[in-house]
Each structure stands twice: as C-alpha cells, then as structure tokens.
C-alpha cells in the first residue's frame, strides 16, 4: 500500500514563513514532487527531491529525508498570492507515475 | 514552454453517454496521464501512457479507456457516463524529470 500524509489547512499571516509537511509510507521510493494549485488552475510544478537536504528556488524550499520518509515545503516571506493548494506527490520507482497526497490549503492573512 | 491543452474546460453530459475528453501536449513528451481530482481526495490516477499505443491502468480505471493513436494526443473516454463520475479531469505531461505539466483542465458534470 501506499499513503502520503500532509495537513488539510494551513493559515500563515503575509510576510511570515511557513512550513507544510509530508510523510509518507510507499512501497518503493524515488523522489518527492511538490505543486501548487490556485482555485480554478492547473497545479504547477514547484519542486523535486531525489535526495536528502534542503532545495531551495527562490522563497520556496523543500526539504527531504529519506530515513525519516518525511519532506517539507517551506515558504518564505509570504505574499497573498501564496494562497493556494500544495500537494506532495510521490515516485515510487523511475518510470512510475507520482502518486499526490490530498493536498495542503494555504491561506495568507494580512 | 510545455503547453498542454485539454479540448474543454467545462461539460456537461447525461447519464449514459459516451464522452471523449481530448489532450494535446506539443514538447514531444513521451508520457501522458489522466488524473480526476475531488474535493478532500487529491488528484487520483485513471490511465497513463509512457508511448503510442501503450496504455496502463492506474489506481481508479473503472468506468474508463484510453486510446494513444499519436504521441502528442492522449484521449480519455466514459463509455457510459454516471453521475459518480462528475469532477475535474486534468490531464498531464511529463518528459521524464518527474516535473509534470497539467492542462487547465475539464470540469465535467453529469446529469
């Protein structure tokens, strides 16, 4: 079997930083993916890591430890427009499709 | 940029139709995948297809086929339509780096 486990609901005031977990139980693993997807949009791809430690792009990181099956999204100086879902989404082999969590609602607050 | 283009961005279907939902994506990526997404469960996986003619259940099939006659076009299909099956559809692109490209995808209501 498989799950990937994140928070429902996140709230975070603009400005702040915040952090959205993910674990996971996989059978097989190969990287974690992270998306973001505004209410109407398509998710985007934010993020890969196929190894442990931190890969940062901008305000946004994302954080993988492997021995831990866990990873984290974290995002800095947030703005309003960081209000969105975030999924993890995870590969369990090199050509296997990723499998998403339910995803994180992030709500910006000024 | 990746472009992934799904025909429809909103359907609506009665019960027992059969429906094509169409995917174009133009950067030559060999594999395509069909995803419906539901309030509180995710994106969930119908199909994929890592070349022509090549198809692969995901983890909900039920209810759905698939056909790759090209490899920029990849085609969901309801051969019977059921109001279980109102929701979004996204379809996705990928070139292998796991950085998938989704179209803006098809909300479809079924009556």
């Keep these: 079997g498989q799950s990937l486990e994140q928070p429902s609901e996140v709230t975070a005031v603009e400005g702040a930083i915040v952090q959205i977990n993910c674990t996971y139980q ?29 890969e940062e792009t901008g305000r946004f990181s994302s954080f993988l430890s492997r021995s831990d099956s866990y990873g984290y999204l974290l995002l800095q100086e947030l703005q309003m427009k960081d209000s969105a879902s975030y999924f993890c989404a995870v590969a369990h082999s090199g050509n296997t499709p990723l499998v998403f969590g339910k995803g994180t609602r992030l709500s910006v607050i000024a | 940029d990746v472009k992934v283009t799904q025909s429809s961005r909103y359907l609506v279907k ?24 539901d309030p509180g469960l995710g994106l969930r ?49 990928d070139g292998g780096s796991y950085g998938y490209t989704f179209g803006s995808g098809t909300r479809l209501t079924v009556v």
């Excluded at chain 1, 934010?46 to 931190?54: A, E, K, P, R, T």
């Excluded at chain 2, 009665?14 to 997404?37: A, I, P, S």
């Design chain 1, 26 to 54: 996989t059978s097989g693993f190969y990287g974690l993916s992270w998306y973001q997807q505004h209410d109407g949009g398509a998710p985007t791809f934010l993020s890969y890591n196929g190894l442990d430690g931190l």
């Design chain 2, 14 to 37: 009665r019960t027992g139709e059969k429906v094509f939902l169409e995917c174009v994506q133009d950067m030559d990526h060999e594999n395509m995948f069909w995803y419906r997404q």
């Design chain 2, 45 to 93: 996986l119908i199909y994929f297809s890592y070349d022509v003619k090549m198809k692969e259940k995901g983890d909900i099939p039920e209810g759905y086929s698939v056909s790759r006659e090209k490899k920029e076009r990849f085609s969901l299909i309801l051969e019977s339509a059921s109001t279980n099956q109102t929701s979004m559809y996204l379809c996705a692109s």
